[in-house]
């Protein structure tokens, strides 16, 4: 492929590779640089703003996390991240910390490198979307309803002969995982740890899509817009929108499985139903036969006939039923990428704009289509798709999955020449676990729509020529994207 | 001493024609609310299964009722016992199992039956493709479809061909208390007259069209659906208590909200959905509350993808058609009630005109349906597209009714252009162009040559015969053989006969004869192309006009590999031949020819469009073979 050479396969790392502070060939004035971190299938990226005169570059961080690295590695990034902030030791600042959702491969940095964010950042203010602030009781209950899905399915898991239909679930339940590689903290905790640091500084902000465009302190004429996550419930939920789903208390429910159906595969799984198993067993006991049951014998001449009957096989059920669970994990999976935080960098003079998109799926991207800004100085709101139209990098979202980049009302809408695509994706994780990461058809429509200016941190790929002579530039521990 | 072995034939009673199974109409919702209950139960009156086992097990389907996650069984009810045939079954009840297994048979037979009359031939599921280790894929007779009435601890239902079975699941309500529903209560997707028959039908139409799983453009799935709905939602007006009941209360206007055009209303409610899972009229408008009828949309279709909501297009022309039909029908009785008006006075109606209009109802739906179920016979064995359904209705009915005395084919075509639904290529919207084409003379050949040619290879190869031989056969599985005999034979004949397999490659577009095929056709070592008779189906219909027509369905199919932007694309082209025996004619050529490039690009292009907004699971879980399961989870 034309965009990523090949290079000759490397040793693997077990810690994070050594790498200058700036990459070779950067250049020396830039209005922004925005650092691709390649630490495997998970999404770290540095954006560094010069400010005038002498002072301080502003350095934001916009998620650091992984979704199979150690301890030791993710501190590598960690104190790699520190020497770029502050090159001449002491304390670094990170005048923004934002994180986009609540899956591992997001934010388990913050768990893993703990220590060394405790000890040797400051943070200034802390950015999540209006779906983390858990003093509202809606979205109290939203996250409850995760965990507990959440444990359903590592009951099922734990279920005695579960079957081919469970393959992709434990997978799937990596992003919400309880533990990091290292400790025993969770997902959760992570974002807790960011709460917390917000409102040490005391600037905690919840973002809520179309507020007012927030500017970058001492940065002149950069203005931050905030697309999602969707305040409409149905779009929140969509992974697949459709008119059904057109119901007021949608929000509660996690994807069609609905709360009661979450209890009724819970009790099926093994889970404590508030010791209320049977009243979700279709019919009264005295109904059921088990193969133990003396009665058994009464049913043994049809089954043997039928169910029993060898030449037959091919028509029994027994974990059918199980697909509810790969469901139950998809739907969780997906909800958790909806509440996404969008965020747009817009160079004022230029009108260029910077798209990071988290992991938003289709229900968020459609959401953008209502969404408009106040902006000082324009008589008519600004729509947020003209924010689309004039966008000149654009973080993929969700890893090149197929479903996370809109394609009417999304890609169809970048139409700057420059393009340049950056794919937070390790081909080798992806592949193992059998994601269809990048999906085909979406990889070759960026290639298209930038002009092969895709880029993807995998350590095994280097950037194209055309990548490069957009200003991209690469070492083995990060890429980097300059605006000049 | 006499033998009293020896059957005494004149005091043996006949056997009956039918048996009588009680159940619910709908699903149980109505019988717990007060305007409903007096019709909430009725009589389904299923053909009579002499050898009918417990399960019940008989000629098309065994119910197994096993519940894999309360790994359990329940006892296989026998309708066969003399407390269960002396009170027409078991009486309706959510908490006995014996009366799921009941209901489930009870409608499955009677969509069975339905399918069954309007083909006037038996009704097969899809053969069984068994592959023995270093052996050709071989198919097999499958006689009887499965049913596990509750096999998914889910709000799901769904047709599994690779399993031969169809899997229905229970869940609890929602506990919104908006919903009307006792919260939590256990629904059971068996026991929706609605799920089952539109299951029963994902199966028969597979077994019919088994490549209408096929999705090469947004038409083919939702057909699917849309079919499946059409069948459940026109038995409905089979049920006279419910009919004359919601006549009644709609005052014969069936195109206010009524119970008839809806499907699934337990299922769809105990989701949160407010309404029934679908309805062919109307909707629940979640933010007024209030239930909307639908205006005709012709740019809908367009701006319409998902599977479900497509289908519902077709479905809703149809019905369309069906309520238009109605009112013609039923024009002069409201005169005759009202003094010539034709507005009927306030109030109630007078119970016989109650009863007139329900039969008007019931003989105009039943008409329908059989044209519904009859334009299978004159679809395209791939690739089916509305319009070309469209197509396939009209032509299927002026082969049947040359008058079309009561305009049942205007009011089709009127419905279906109020919704954007057109053929690809006709010249006009008039029947004559819309009815499929009669196979066309040869450029270079003299006057009347095709058609001397084709009747003289119908005749060679002693179609008549064959087809006769079919005839009095009675089971199914001799059918099956036979008719996979005269598939063997036909495909030998048309590979023999250079000459005819020419001809036959001008008519259908694909290539038949030997050394000729394109590149990207599979070709034996003997240089005949690989091609298949898929199906042989024969049908002696009764026309308006007292003459009986006799016609035969071939359908051939062929498979090429095409190469575009460097991926690989399998196409499957095919073409159904619709033969009159008496005259020994080929009515018509229905078919996707191999040299279509206008169709190929299109199925290509919506192949690769369709993998950019399939769901989350296609990323993660690639693909688990059973199209039906993840479709229906989000709309049944």
């Not at chain 1, 992991?359 to 100085?377: H, L, R």
Request: with cysteine; aromatic share 8%.
């Amino acid at each position: 492929m034309a965009t990523a050479k090949k290079t000759a396969a490397k040793k693997a790392v077990d810690g994070f590779p050594a790498a200058p502070l700036a990459a070779p060939g950067s250049p020396a004035n830039y209005r922004v640089r925005v650092r691709m971190y390649r630490h495997g299938l998970g999404d770290c990226f540095l954006l560094t703003f010069p400010r005038k005169g002498k002072a301080a570059p502003l350095q934001m961080l916009l998620d650091c996390g992984a979704l199979a690295r150690d301890g030791a590695f993710m501190t590598g990034l960690v104190e790699h991240i520190h020497k770029t902030v502050a090159p001449k030791g002491g304390k670094g600042r990170l005048d923004v910390v934002a994180a986009t959702h609540e899956h591992k491969d997001h934010l388990s940095g913050f768990n893993q490198a703990r220590e060394v964010f405790n000890t040797k950042f400051d943070f200034g203010a802390v950015w999540l979307g209006w779906t983390e602030n858990l003093t509202k009781p809606e979205i109290e209950k939203i996250k409850s309803a995760r965990r507990k899905a959440a444990e359903t399915l590592r009951a099922a898991l734990a279920m005695p002969g579960v079957g081919p239909e469970l393959a992709g679930v434990s997978d799937l339940l990596q992003f919400s995982g309880e533990e990091d590689t290292t400790g025993s903290r969770t997902v959760a905790e992570a974002l807790e740890y960011l709460k917390l640091r917000g409102s040490e500084t005391g600037d905690l902000r919840y973002l809520e899509p179309g507020q007012e465009p927030i500017a970058l302190d001492g940065v002149d004429g950069v203005r931050v817009y905030v697309l999602g996550p969707p305040k409409d419930p149905i779009l929140l939920k969509g992974s697949e929108v459709t008119g059904k789903m057109k119901r007021e208390d949608v929000i509660y429910h996690l994807g069609a499985t609905g709360a009661v159906g979450m209890d009724a595969l819970a009790a099926a799984a093994g889970v404590e139903a508030n010791g209320d198993e049977e009243r979700f067993s279709p019919f009264a006991a005295e109904h059921r036969i088990t193969r133990q049951s003396p009665y058994f014998a009464n049913v043994e001449q049809f089954l043997s006939q039928t169910y029993d009957d060898p030449g037959q096989g091919w028509r029994q059920i027994e974990t059918d039923w199980m697909q509810a669970f790969g469901q139950l994990a998809l739907d969780l999976d997906s909800d958790t990428n909806n509440t996404s935080l969008v965020l747009a960098f817009e160079f004022v003079k230029t009108g260029e704009v910077l798209l990071f998109v988290g992991d938003a799926q289709v229900g968020n991207w459609q959401s953008w289509a209502d969404v408009q800004f106040a902006v000082p100085g324009r008589a008519k709101p600004l729509p947020a798709h003209d924010l689309l139209n004039r966008t000149v990098f654009y973080k993929v979202g969700h890893h090149g999955s197929h479903n996370a980049t809109l394609k009417a009302g999304g890609l169809e809408l970048m139409n700057q020449p420059g393009l340049v695509a950056f794919i937070p994706l390790d081909r080798a994780t992806a592949q193992a676990q059998r994601w269809d990461m990048p999906a085909g058809p979406l990889f070759d429509a960026l290639v298209k729509k930038t002009g092969e200016r895709v880029v993807l941190s995998d350590a095994g790929e280097t950037p194209g020529e055309e990548a490069k002579a957009a200003g991209v530039r690469a070492t083995a521990a990060y890429v980097d994207y300059f605006l000049v | 001493m006499a033998d009293s072995s020896l059957v005494h034939l004149a005091s043996q009673p006949p056997a009956p024609a039918r048996r009588l199974l009680r159940g619910f109409a709908f699903d149980p919702t109505l019988a717990t609310k007060l305007e409903t209950a007096l019709v909430s139960e009725i009589l389904y009156k299923v053909p009579w299964e002499a050898n009918l086992e417990a399960g019940p097990r008989g000629e098309y389907f065994e119910v197994v009722d096993y519940d894999p996650a309360s790994q359990c069984f329940y006892a296989p009810v026998d309708l066969n016992a003399p407390h269960v045939l002396a009170q027409n079954g078991l009486r309706p009840s959510e908490g006995n199992p014996q009366f799921h297994q009941q209901m489930v048979y009870a409608v499955a037979m009677t969509t069975i039956d339905r399918f069954e009359r309007a083909l006037g031939r038996k009704a097969f599921w899809t053969d069984r493709l068994v592959t023995a280790a270093g052996k050709r894929a071989e198919s097999e007779f499958v006689q009887r479809l499965r049913i596990y009435p509750h096999a998914l601890r889910m709000a799901n239902a769904y047709y599994s061909r690779a399993k031969g079975s169809v899997l229905f699941g229970y869940f609890p309500a929602t506990e919104d208390l908006s919903s009307g529903q006792f919260p939590g209560g256990m629904v059971f997707t068996c026991l929706s007259h609605d799920v089952i028959a539109h299951e029963t039908t994902h199966a028969l139409l597979d077994g019919f069209h088994e490549h209408f799983l096929e999705a090469t453009n947004p038409d083919v799935l939702a057909f699917h659906e849309a079919f499946a709905d059409m069948v459940a939602l026109f038995q409905h007006f089979t049920f006279p208590e419910v009919l004359r009941h919601q006549i009644a209360r709609t005052r014969g206007d069936l195109r206010s909200e009524n119970l008839l055009a809806q499907l699934a209303a337990q299922v769809g409610l105990a989701r949160g959905t407010h309404g029934a899972l679908r309805d062919a009229i109307g909707r629940f408008d979640a933010e007024t509350g209030r239930w909307v009828r639908h205006t005709p949309d012709p740019t809908e279709l367009d701006r319409t993808t998902q599977v479900h909501a497509r289908g519902a297009i077709l479905v809703a022309a149809v019905f369309d058609a069906f309520l238009s039909i109605y009112q013609d029908r039923s024009r002069d009785l409201l005169r005759l009630a009202s003094n010539g008006t034709g507005v009927l006075a306030q109030g109630d109606l007078h119970p016989d005109l109650v009863n007139r209009l329900a039969q008007e109802a019931a003989k105009a739906a039943g008409h329908v349906l059989n044209m519904c179920i009859r334009a299978l016979d004159y679809c395209p064995p791939v690739d089916l597209t509305f319009g070309e359904y469209l197509r396939a209705l009209i032509t299927a009915d002026m082969d049947l009714m040359q008058e079309d005395e009561h305009h049942y084919r205007v009011a089709f075509i009127e419905a279906f252009r109020r919704r954007g639904i057109y053929p690809r290529d006709v010249r006009t919207l008039s029947e004559d162009s819309l009815r499929w084409a009669r196979p066309g003379e040869a450029q270079d050949g003299a006057p009347g040559e095709t058609e001397q040619m084709l009747a003289m290879f119908i005749e060679s190869i002693g179609l008549r015969e064959q087809v006769d031989g079919l005839r009095y056969l009675t089971t199914r599985v001799e059918i099956w053989r036979k008719t996979r005999e005269i598939r063997a034979a036909l495909h030998t004949a048309i590979q023999g006969q250079v000459a005819k397999a020419e001809l036959l490659q001008r008519l259908t577009g694909l290539a038949l004869a030997e050394f000729q095929a394109p590149p990207n056709v599979r070709v034996r070592r003997d240089g005949h192309p690989v091609f298949t008779v898929q199906a042989v189906r024969e049908a002696r219909r009764l026309g308006e006009d007292g003459r009986m027509l006799n016609q035969l369905f071939i359908t051939l199919l062929q498979k090429e590999q095409v190469e575009h932007e460097g991926n690989e694309h399998v196409i499957r082209s095919g073409s159904t031949l619709v033969l009159d025996l008496d005259t020994l004619r080929v009515s018509y050529v229905i078919g996707k020819g191999l040299n279509d490039q206008k169709r190929i690009l299109r199925t290509i292009a919506y192949q690769e469009g369709e993998n950019g907004t399939r769901s989350l699971a296609a990323t993660y879980l690639a693909d688990r073979g059973e199209p039906f399961a993840a479709l229906h989870h989000t709309g049944a």
